[in-house]
């Protein structure tokens, strides 16, 4: 497992701090996404936000303790049995848990703080993986979806943002692949981007945030 980077997070206020100067970053992986947000799809998500974020809370953690091998002693404050049932989110977690991929990777790093001190940047990756068979490095980030008729999306650019910031910190882990996982009740499928697009994207993307809308934040 890597070491975690001098990094505190405040999860209250969303906020990363550098621990060896005090530096509280400007920014978040986030944020800088969302900008370019239109008015009425960020309103959406303000109306749905008591249904998905205790949805994503509840699932990130039961993933974490899973990656973790904390099994039940980690799954039990969430009211979780080591398979996600007898709770709201059992649909969610269960298959997740179960699923055939966490079989043939390795944890290197489970919610791990991440910053581009250049940019007064921070964020949190929810896991990076050895794949066993290959030996290669996978980036990964999991998504939660209140139905299995929702779409995907591409998560490029927040991927781009990660793996950006394990470059500066990490140069000699190379990424061959970055993963997202689709968490939707009763089933969770995985899909593969290439990291050099989402280097690409997440660059236009910091470049437009820097010229559209640094004064707004």
């Not at 959406?44 to 205790?54: G, V």
């Not at 989110?89 to 790093?109: M, R, S």
């Not at 999991?142 to 991927?159: F, H, N, R, V």
């Amino acid at each position: 497992m890597l070491e975690p980077l001098p990094i505190h997070f405040n999860e209250a206020a969303h906020r990363y701090q550098w621990q060896p100067t005090g530096e509280w970053l400007a920014h978040s992986v986030t944020q800088i996404k969302g900008a370019s947000m239109a008015d009425s799809q960020r309103a959406a998500l303000d109306r749905t936000k008591h249904i998905w974020e205790p949805r994503g809370k509840t699932v990130h953690s039961a993933l974490e303790a899973h990656l973790l091998g904390l099994g039940p002693v980690g799954l039990e404050p969430l009211g979780l049995d080591p398979v996600g049932l007898g709770l709201e989110y059992g649909e969610w977690i269960k298959p997740l848990l179960n699923h055939p991929f966490w079989d043939q990777v390795d944890p290197v790093a489970v919610e791990y703080r991440l910053c581009d001190l250049a940019n007064s940047i921070g964020g949190s990756c929810d896991c990076l993986l050895l794949e066993k068979s290959s030996g290669r490095y996978l980036l990964c980030d999991l998504k939660t979806q209140s139905s299995l008729k929702a779409g995907c999306y591409s998560t490029d650019c927040q991927m781009g943002g990660y793996l950006s910031m394990f470059c500066q910190h990490h140069p000699a882990i190379e990424i061959s692949e970055c993963i997202t996982i689709w968490s939707r009740p009763g089933k969770t499928f995985v899909t593969r981007a290439n990291p050099d697009k989402c280097l690409e994207t997440w660059g236009a993307c910091l470049a437009d945030f820097q010229a559209n809308h640094l004064e707004v934040f």
